[in-house]
């Protein structure tokens, strides 16, 4: 991929922060439009108070009610990370307040699809339940919620995904994005918003003597943050300043040995250590093992890898779901390849590709094309959509990816409008979205959608742009710095992790794990510093490139942890020669 970079422009006075802390760490935070210390604060005083969360109090109201009438209660979830999370969470609270009967159902990806969907509603049947909570899901499940409450079934809806213009007739809705709602962050994850009805229920609770009277232990909440920093960091959810609260404080009682056996198998077959975790471990180990379960699998193994207090079944599922993984890898290995060789039949040229590019294999396997459409997306820096056939006679399955400058639920819903016939259902963010059709007219959404993506972006918008926050004087690139930049966070969407740029004289340059070049960089024109770098998942079609002796590359300040030894070393996002003009 091609990329420019672009300096970040510092948005707020350093001067609002103490003087104690780091100037360049002041101008980060400033570039990331952070004023204060308060901004920066990670204490759990400083959390948004759930009191403007509309439909809070009638959602607490009726789920107290299920427990004070011992009434069967099923959490019905959904099949990726956050998804996982959210369902574990509701689960063991509800366990440890005193709930009699309480069990999770997680639709099928391939048999039911998305949500509480009237087919789903008739396997939770099976449960018997007096109330449904759904979490990560629901807003749009306005069918699904129709078939419950002719059945007798209560549903509370928890979700934080866009709605649309129909909201469903549960008895309580729990969004912060539903209208009317006046919660200040909009960017909480489904489990964000779980952790907050059982917050909430357990004061109420507390309140009227629930626990004394019961003779119940009064669950601490923050054991579950481990939960929610997990579901957070993994759904890619801005990190506005109470995500990061919740996923600092999970962090620290991660370090603190404190997390979940399930937790501590996932980063122990990830190789990570758990004293020193960042959220980028979250992201890129834990998530992904996670949500290889319910690409591949049924997620309830993932969820069962979460509730258990067992070490060794948690170890057990662990390399089961890591073993997943690596069949996620492989297939979207091959299905990866598949996408090129398709994008070469219609141009090599990047020029003449379509701005809203469509990609279909029947072939392909449903749930690895998000992911598929995500690495085409990061190659072409498009919006991009790949399908695969539905499990459904002469439908196909539609995941798709964007960028910045396009949000692609309402670019879909702006062809929905257009060609009413299209599409039969879509739903997503701003940056992701799912959709189904009819095979027939394939064609024709590809062709509108294009359309409606040229409608809104320019050719420009196709250019990636990376943000650096500059240069680093060859005096900084110290274990200290990178040290203060790693606890500096959490970093994540829409706070990232600092990126600066330079040029250096390239030593040694060689592929290791396949498609990953290790390099040693001399800093300055005398080269007398030396640093270790990385760049993961080059072209190995361009690199190692003998011919390049200096590169221009945009790096995060890492500290590598090898055999109880710290050093600094540079993770580079992108590199391009210097010396020839040569770019990946």
């Known amino acids: 991929m091609k990329a420019i970079i672009k300096r970040r422009i510092s948005a707020s006075p350093a001067s609002h922060f103490s003087a104690h802390l780091h100037p360049l760490l002041q101008r980060i935070y400033g570039s990331r439009g952070v004023s204060s210390d308060a ?61 009699t009967f309480v069990d999770f159902l997680v639709p099928n990806r391939f048999d039911y699809g998305y949500g509480l969907t009237p087919e789903i509603v008739e396997v939770a049947k099976q449960f018997s339940p007096d109330l449904i909570i759904t979490v990560d899901n629901g807003i749009s499940s306005i069918s699904g919620v129709d078939e419950a409450n002719r059945a007798g079934i209560d549903v509370v809806v928890t979700d934080h995904h866009l709605p649309g213009s129909e909201l469903p007739k549960a008895c309580a809705i729990v969004n912060p994005n539903q209208p009317g709602c006046e919660f200040t962050s909009k960017n909480l994850a489904g489990v964000g918003v779980v952790f907050y009805v059982m917050t909430a229920l357990r004061s109420q609770l507390r309140s009227c003597h629930w626990f004394s009277d019961k003779g119940l232990d009064e669950p601490n909440m923050a054991d579950y943050l481990d939960l929610v920093a997990l579901g957070t960091v993994a759904d890619v959810v801005p990190l506005d300043h109470n995500n990061r609260i919740l996923v600092a404080q999970g962090l620290r009682r991660i370090r603190a040995g404190r997390s979940r056996p399930g937790i501590k198998s996932l980063l122990n077959i990830a190789n990570r250590s758990e004293h020193r975790l960042v959220s980028s471990d979250l992201g890129f180990a834990l998530g992904p093992r996670l949500n290889a379960v319910g ?62 590019l469509c990609l279909y294999n029947g072939n392909w396997h449903q749930g690895v094309i998000g992911i598929l459409a995500s690495r085409i997306k990061e190659r072409y820096h498009r919006p991009v959509i790949a399908f695969a056939d539905s499990d459904e ?45 009819e095979k027939q007219y394939y064609h024709e959404f590809e062709t509108a959608f294009d359309r409606e993506v040229r409608r809104q972006l ?75 770098a990385i760049a993961f998942n080059v072209d190995t079609e361009c690199w190692p490139n003998p011919q390049a002796t200096h590169v221009a590359v945009a790096y995060k300040l890492d500290v590598n942890d090898f055999r109880g030894k710290q050093t600094v070393q540079l993770l580079v996002d992108h590199i391009s020669v210097v010396n020839t003009g040569l770019r990946e």
């Open 39 to 99: 901004q920066v604060k990670t204490d759990l005083s400083s959390l948004l108070k759930p009191d403007s969360l509309k439909g809070l109090p009638t959602a607490v109201d009726r789920i107290h009610q299920a427990l004070i009438s011992h009434q069967r209660i099923l959490v019905v979830g959904d099949f990726d990370a956050d998804g996982a999370t959210s369902s574990a969470l509701a689960v063991m609270a509800l366990r440890s307040m005193g709930a």
């Open 295 to 356: 690409r591949l699998d049924d997620m309830s193994l993932g969820i069962q890898c979460l509730m258990t207090n067992d070490e060794n079944l948690a170890s057990e599922i662990a390399r089961q779901m890591d073993d997943l993984n690596q069949d996620r890898k492989s297939i979207e290995g091959s299905m990866q390849q598949e996408a090129l060789n398709q994008l070469q039949n219609i141009d090599v040229d990047e020029s003449s590709l379509p701005f809203g």
């Open 393 to 437: 006679e002469g439908m196909i399955k539609g995941s798709a990816r964007s960028i910045p400058g396009l949000h692609i639920r309402d670019a879909l819903d702006a062809v929905a409008a257009s060609h009413p016939h299209i599409l039969s259902k879509f739903g997503g963010h701003a940056m992701a979205a799912g959709m189904s059709l």
């Open 458 to 532: 320019t050719e420009d918008d196709l250019q990636a742009i990376i943000f650096s926050d500059g240069e680093l004087a060859s005096a900084d690139i110290n274990l200290d710095l990178a040290q203060l930049l790693r606890d500096g966070g959490p970093w994540g969407q829409h706070f990232p992790e600092p990126m600066f740029d330079g040029t250096f004289t390239l030593l040694q340059q060689r592929i290791v794990g396949e498609k990953h070049l290790k390099m040693v960089l001399g800093v300055g024109d005398d080269k007398q510093q030396i640093i270790d």
